[in-house]
C-alpha cells in the first residue's frame, strides 16, 4: 500500500520548481495533493495526473500572505477531496533576489520576503490548524535552507526569514503536539530548481563554490529532497517533531 494513501496534501509554492517535485513525490505515494501557488499550477497538475497512474490532483491559485485567501484555500481543500492531513509549507521568495549588502536592500522589498516566507507560513499553518486539531492529526513540514547554519552574506532578506523557521518549527511543534500534529523544517541545500539555473554565468560561479565545499561533491537536485518530504508526511515520522533536517550533500552539518 502506498505510504500516504488516504492522506490529503496541500504544498505551497508548487506550479514549478522544487514545489511540483514535492507534490508529485506526495502522489506517488497515494496522497491527494493541492498544488497552490501565486501562479497557476494547472500544467503542474496536468503533469502529474498524466504521469502518475491514480493520481488525484488540483491547482489552486492562492496569495498565501492574504489570511482571507488562506482560509477560503483550506476549506476549498477540504470540500474538493474530503479532508487535510498534511501541509508542506514550501513557498518562498527567492530565485528572483538579487545578492546586495544589507544597507541596500530596499525595505519594501524586505517585507514582501518576510510577508511571503514568514507571514505566509504562519497563516497557512493557522488555517490548516483549524483542520489538524479536531481530528487530532495533522503533519507540517516548513521548508527552511541550510544558508541559516552558514551565515551566508549579501542575501539578509531571505537567510533572515529562513532563520525564522528554525524557531518557528521549535515553538509551534510546541504548541500543537498536544493534538499529535507534528511539525518540523526541511532544509534544503542549494538546489538546482528552475530558478537556480537560470542564473547565469556569475551564478554558475557561485554554484561551483557550493559543490566544491560538500562531502557529496555533486549538484542537489530536486530528488534529493522528495524522500525526506515523503518521510516527514508519513506515519513514519510519527513521533518525531520540532526537528530541522538539513538536506545539502554534507555542504554543512546541522
Not at 492562492?62 to 498534511?86: M, P, Q, Y
Not at 527552511?144 to 551566508?152: M, Q
Request: hydrophobic share 45%.
Amino acid at each position: 500500500m502506498p505510504r500516504l494513501d488516504g492522506k490529503v496534501a496541500i504544498v505551497t509554492g508548487a506550479a514549478q520548481g522544487i514545489g511540483a517535485h514535492y507534490a508529485r513525490a506526495l502522489a506517488e505515494e497515494g496522497a491527494k495533493v493541492a498544488l497552490v501557488d501565486i501562479l497557476d499550477g494547472t500544467a503542474a497538475a496536468e503533469s502529474i495526473t498524466a504521469d502518475v497512474p491514480g493520481a488525484d490532483v488540483a491547482a489552486f491559485e492562492t496569495d498565501i500572505s492574504n489570511e482571507a485567501a488562506c482560509l477560503k484555500l483550506v476549506d476549498d481543500v477540504v470540500a474538493r477531496f474530503g479532508g487535510l492531513h498534511i501541509l508542506i509549507n514550501n513557498a518562498a521568495m527567492f530565485g528572483t533576489l538579487k545578492p546586495q549588502p544589507f544597507d541596500e536592500i530596499d525595505i519594501d522589498l524586505w517585507d514582501r520576503v518576510q510577508a511571503v516566507n514568514v507571514r505566509g507560513t504562519l497563516l497557512m499553518c493557522r488555517a490548516a490548524a483549524k483542520v489538524f486539531r479536531p481530528q487530532n492529526y495533522g503533519k507540517i513540514v516548513n521548508v527552511g535552507s541550510d544558508t541559516i547554519l552558514k551565515g551566508v552574506p549579501f542575501m539578509l532578506h531571505y537567510v533572515t526569514s529562513k532563520g525564522a523557521m528554525y524557531a518557528f518549527t521549535r515553538c509551534l511543534a510546541n504548541e500543537l503536539g498536544e493534538h499529535n500534529i507534528c511539525v518540523n523544517t526541511l532544509a534544503p541545500g542549494l538546489t538546482m530548481s528552475e530558478a537556480v539555473e537560470s542564473w547565469g554565468p556569475e551564478g554558475d560561479h557561485d554554484k561551483g563554490l557550493v559543490i566544491a565545499a560538500r562531502a557529496l561533491k555533486r549538484p542537489q537536485v530536486p530528488e534529493d529532497l522528495t524522500g525526506a518530504c515523503v518521510f516527514l508526511s508519513s506515519p513514519e515520522s510519527d513521533f518525531m517533531t520540532g526537528q530541522y533536517v538539513a538536506i545539502n550533500g554534507g555542504d554543512c552539518f546541522s
